[in-house]
């Protein structure tokens, strides 16, 4: 079983629903990114979405474009960022080696310029288990199949409060996770969610196994119970970058707590 | 309709939007064989627009260059002063037609902005503009032009503060309000429908030259001659020649400072393939695909793109693409203002300039045609300032 299907199915077992944490790598800086991986896992995230800071994030909002800004003014790269994955896989930088499942979050052009496939043979050296990719929609995903299925990296699929007839579509195809948004708009904190993300996923359900977490607008322990209670896991994004934005290169131990009080929402 | 020119086109966005992009391409669809909205749309262009836009012989210009004859396509002379108009009034008729009841739209200079505006206020639409901060101060009277006409102007801060920005931020807003709003694309950018849908909307520009220069001078011209940022303008014109092998089509795009210097916006000259704003296309752009920050004294053509189906012209060696500097941009702009008192757009100077340079070097028989797709009453405290003149206002 891969790290991806292992991380629900370990979730289920024990009734917890899975945590899963952005962060924008090299925010403030590659060391800082390393680190907070390292606490959050120890704080319970199941599985990792790891942001490639990109010049033009159309579908974020504020607090993660700035993230994306930070981590580009240190000159944060995707080879940064791989190289990184591999220092956490090989337990370079601390005591035991990271063995939640590490997905990168990147707009397509980060991919393309890189080579896709270079991109991607280097992903699965480095032990990066998959991407999503949120301008890559149903209608193009063949630009990713073959690369991502010869080097085994999971192209986790995005389904959306629009996405009606479309859903049922995108889930029988979905591999890794199926993740669910919310509602509409772009990354970031909503005082309530109004959001048919039930029905969404009764709608993934009847076609497949696939798991589903819910993400976009989670940032207190009472959202993510509620979102967890429908869905097999919970993406919190902004809330974490947010901490970060605030405490720079001192973001581990306020993101570590934060992290644990969700996670302990879930149990 | 598959969306794709070659390799370029596309629909790379967010989930969030794709249900939004298939209700528009089934409008579109449907509506571009309705009677009803061609003969709704030909109304407004002609009574409102004031189309037929003239195919006027520069003749003092021909003499002075002493080569090709040179006609202008005077789309400077539409309502709003800029081709702009012509997908405006297409798509806020559409948005109208589907049950919309807000726009949105991206603007560079502010042509794009004003003819949203003004498109809004006679159809009854809620209209908003998106805008980079820096164009907002660079173009400060259109800013006042768009809330006279009842628009909201949002500056927008992010990135660059430029025109590829606020395509960012009016994606980002259509992503959050969908049901009642359309974002009306400005350019032949964007995901698909929207290059296909601007294109077919400025096509009459091509197909306006091609009738009046065969009742001018009996044949077809030798080169079709427009400025080029996402390239509507130029698609526009070029479109109805495109299988008209013996005419050339030449994009200008803007070179700022120099291709070779940092400071510029040539797309086809400098870009690679990339994707962004939901197309794949050419972009200037690093090793690592971060979208360059691009320079040019024209605002309508600061974009780090093109228009997916230039990329494939390109490729296919249709037409060609050449790089005009903000100098030579601005001594055609001074050129055309005196030698026949027209003050052009400083985006279709990048147009005119290239005229210039190959003209003369043509026979007298030869005909170009360039597209005047703006005036430049915009532009003249920005050209002021370049050339160190000192306006009261």
Known sequence: ?267 | MKGKFGQYGGQYVAETVMSSLKELERAYQFYLNDAVFKSELKDLLNNYASRPSGLYYAEKMTRDLGGAKIYLKREDLNHTGSHKINNVLGQALLAKKMGKTRVIAETGAGQHGVASATAAALMGLKCEVFMGKEDTERQALNVFRMELLGAKVHPVTSGTMTLKDAVNETLREWASRLDDTHYIVGSAVGPHPFPVMVRDFQKIIGEEIKAQVLEAEGRLPDAIIACVGGGSNAIGAFHDFIGDTTVKLIGCEAAGLGIDHPKNAATMANGTVGILHGMKSYFCQDVYGQIAPVYSISAGLDYPGVGPEHAYLQDTHRAEYVPVTDAEAVDAFNYLSRTEGIIPAIESAHAIAHACKIAGSMGHEKIIVVNLSGRGDKDVASIAKYMGVQINE
Do not use: W
């Not at chain 1, 601390?94 to 991109?119: M, Q, V």
């Not at chain 1, 993934?204 to 977490?213: E, G, L, N, Q, T």
């Not at chain 1, 809330?239 to 969700?262: C, F, H, L, M, T």
């Open chain 1, 1 to 267: 079983m891969n790290r991806i299907a292992n991380a629900f199915a370990a979730s289920g077992e024990t009734e917890n629903k899975a945590l899963i944490a952005f962060i924008m790598g090299g925010d403030p800086d590659i060391e800082t990114t390393e680190k907070l991986i390292i606490a959050m896992e120890q704080a319970g995230v199941d599985l990792f979405e790891i942001g490639i800071p990109f010049s033009d994030p159309a579908a974020d909002g504020l607090v993660i474009q700035q993230a994306s800004v930070r981590a580009l003014e240190k000159g944060c790269t995707a080879d940064d960022l791989l190289n990184m994955v591999q220092r956490l896989r090989s337990g370079e930088n601390a005591a035991k080696k990271i063995t939640a499942p590490i997905t990168f979050l990147t707009y397509a052009n980060s991919i393309f310029a890189y080579g896709k496939e270079r991109f991607m043979e280097r992903c699965r050296d480095c032990g990066v288990d998959g991407v999503i990719v949120p301008d890559i929609p149903y209608e193009e995903k063949e630009e990713l199949a073959d690369v991502c299925e010869k080097y085994g990296i999971a192209h986790i699929s995005m389904v959306a409060p629009t996405s009606k007839e479309r859903t049922e579509t995108i889930a029988r195809e979905a591999e890794g996770f199926l993740y669910c948004v919310s509602t509409l708009g772009v990354t970031g904190i909503r005082e309530k969610i109004r959001t048919n993300v039930q029905e969404t996923i009764e709608k993934v359900r009847a076609v497949s196994d696939i798991p589903c977490a819910v993400g976009f607008g989670i940032s207190t322990p009472e959202q993510a119970r509620d979102m967890a209670s429908v869905s097999d896991g919970v993406i919190i994004g902004t809330a974490i970058v947010k901490i970060i934005g605030e405490y720079g290169r001192e973001s581990v131990e306020p993101v570590r707590q934060y992290v644990a009080r969700i996670k302990d929402a879930l149990s």
